[in-house]
């Protein structure tokens, strides 16, 4: 009987305390699949983020060394102009005029803010009274004086 109590009491107390294990199991699994799916996200964010700023770049380049593709319009009248055909002479001259304007370089530095003035605070200018060095002192001059 007694052998029976002790495998009885070492039964129940396994039970009662595998309930607890067993939840903090699952609680602790959810949260592993919780934060691997959140940096499984970020990842294909970051990858998708990235492949746009590496075609942004190459495009940058690839105008920068002048390498772009052409234009299907400007294929096509390539083909027109190989054909030689009379009718669409006048819209091959217009598209050419409007290419053109297209294709001209995007300048880096286009977006500042410099607005010029009209008064002119100082001006360079070769002097017969003026001597190697002096541009110097001269600007200090100037600025000496509009204080």
């Known amino acids: 009987m007694k052998k029976f109590l002790l495998i009885f009491g070492t039964i129940i107390l396994n039970l009662a305390l595998a309930q607890p294990t067993e939840a903090q199991f699952w609680k602790k699994l959810k949260e592993h699949a919780k934060k691997k799916i959140e940096k499984e996200a970020e990842e294909r964010t970051q990858k998708r983020v990235d492949k746009g700023i590496d075609k942004v770049f ?8 002048g390498k772009g593709e052409k234009d299907p319009q400007q294929n ?5 102009q ?8 006048e819209e091959n001259t217009n598209n050419q005029q409007a290419q053109h304007k297209k294709h001209t370089p995007k300048v880096v530095w286009s977006k500042f803010d410099f607005v010029p003035g009209d008064e002119i605070i100082f001006e360079d ?23």
């Open 58 to 65: 190459d495009e940058t380049e690839d105008a920068i060394d």
């Open 76 to 80: 096509s009248n390539d083909k027109e």
């Open 82 to 89: 190989q054909d030689g055909n009379a009718p669409g002479q």
């Open 125 to 147: 200018g070769p002097s017969p009274m003026e001597e190697n060095g002096e541009l110097y002192e001269r600007a200090l001059r100037h600025y000496y004086s509009l204080s």
